[in-house]
């Protein structure tokens, strides 16, 4: 099926955005405040700095959920956006001979 104008300019919106917060290292960010995390021992760790890492974390992937949201599919289309079509055909063949 066919996208609509609205459709196809919602994805371009869409690509537009993850690439903006790609550059931003949202990401990036969560993954360096986890790498500290999980390095520093209970001691060093004091529980306003867990609270807040958290905070920091929360915040950045709800942010990136909002914007981005699960892909769970994967469109499959032919050439220039057309369809892609399938088809199938049967070929009865008799069975014995009567000869």
Do not use: C, W
Not at 9 to 32: D, P, S, Y
Not at 43 to 52: C, H, R, V, Y
Not at 81 to 93: H, M
Request: proline share 3%; no cysteine.
């Amino acid at each position: 099926m066919a996208k609509t104008r609205a459709q196809e300019n919602r994805a371009i919106r869409q690509e537009a955005l993850r690439e903006q917060l790609a550059a931003q290292g949202h990401h990036q960010h969560v993954i360096e405040i986890l790498d500290k995390t999980a390095a520093l021992t209970g001691e060093e760790l004091t529980s306003l700095e867990l609270q807040k890492n958290k905070l920091i974390i929360d915040t950045k992937l709800a942010l990136m959920k909002k914007y981005l949201p699960d892909v769970k599919q994967v469109e499959l289309v032919g050439e220039a956006g057309a369809p892609i079509e399938l088809s199938s055909s049967f070929e009865f063949i008799p069975v014995g001979s009567d000869a």
